[in-house]
């Protein structure tokens, strides 16, 4: 990572994701197989995951949020998306981080989300 990436003090870097990655759509339909119980949509689509880093190790880096910091299962969830994405065959590691910037809000959801929701 460059200097030129945006900080938060006292959060993780905030990156862009390894799109380009081999394994980065297995990740993400990972991620979409982990639902936050308040809330009948998975993580991806609400827009909780921030980034996906993936480095040529295949060694993967979630940075994710919640939809509030008072979230019954924020000790949980970083341990789901972890397990979640394990068994991804290659994968090597895998860290999930947890921000509060930016927070979540509902403007972050795919249209997918929001058409499951009645948004739309």
């Given at each position: ?13 905030i ?8 394994l980065y759509?297995?990740v993400v339909?990972?991620?979409?197989s982990v639902y936050?119980?308040e ?13 996906l880093d993936?480095n040529?190790?295949n060694e ?5 949020t919640?939809t509030a ?8 969830m970083p341990g789901w998306v972890?397990e979640?994405?394990?068994?991804i ?5 895998v860290?999930?981080?947890l ?6 809000g509902m403007d972050m959801?795919?249209d997918e989300a ?7």
């Amino acid at each position: 990572m460059n200097d030129a990436s945006p900080k938060i003090e006292g959060a993780p870097l905030i990156a862009p994701s390894s799109t380009d990655h081999p394994l980065y759509d297995q990740v993400v339909e990972a991620c979409r197989s982990v639902y936050d119980p308040e809330i009948p949509v998975n993580i991806y689509d609400l827009g909780l995951v921030y980034t996906l880093d993936i480095n040529d190790e295949n060694e993967v880096r979630v940075i994710m949020t919640l939809t509030a910091p008072g979230c019954p299962v924020a000790g949980e969830m970083p341990g789901w998306v972890a397990e979640a994405i394990e068994p991804i065959p290659g994968v090597k590691q895998v860290d999930v981080d947890l921000t509060w910037e930016p927070p979540w809000g509902m403007d972050m959801m795919s249209d997918e989300a929001r058409l499951e929701l009645g948004f739309m």
